[in-house]
């Protein structure tokens, strides 16, 4: 089994940038396509950013697309979600996950990290 752990959350004021990290326990990360997802409080978990094995295909939601940047680097057996302009509204929690090639979440999830981004 894969473990995933994330890292990097807190707190922040709007305008505000955070890095989170997802570390994984082996090489098997290079395998697979990896996901960023959120839960909001209330709110149903939503996918964020993708990335392929390779890194070579890449996609965000529309509500972040031009302030986050998903990467990884496999040699480290780590993705990113670089998080810029943040807003109250990206308050949440966020989620690391292996995706199908769709971002479809797969076989692992972290156990997440909170953002909380105040006013």
């Known amino acids: 089994q894969v473990q995933l752990v994330e890292s990097g959350g807190g707190l922040v004021q709007a305008g505000g940038s955070l890095r989170l990290s997802c570390a994984a326990s082996d090489d098997r990360f290079r395998r697979y396509n990896m996901g960023w997802f959120r839960q909001a409080p209330g709110k149903e978990r939503e996918f964020v950013a993708g990335i392929s094995w390779i890194g070579s295909k890449i996609a965000y939601s529309g509500s972040v697309k031009g302030r986050f940047t998903i990467s990884r680097s496999n040699a480290k057996n780590t993705v990113y979600l670089q998080m810029n302009s943040l807003q109250p509204e990206d308050t949440a929690a966020y989620y690391c996950?292996?995706?199908?090639?769709?971002?479809?979440?797969?076989?692992?999830w972290g156990q997440g990290t909170q953002v909380t981004v105040s006013s």
């Open positions: 996950a292996t995706t199908t090639s769709d971002y479809v979440p797969s076989d692992y």
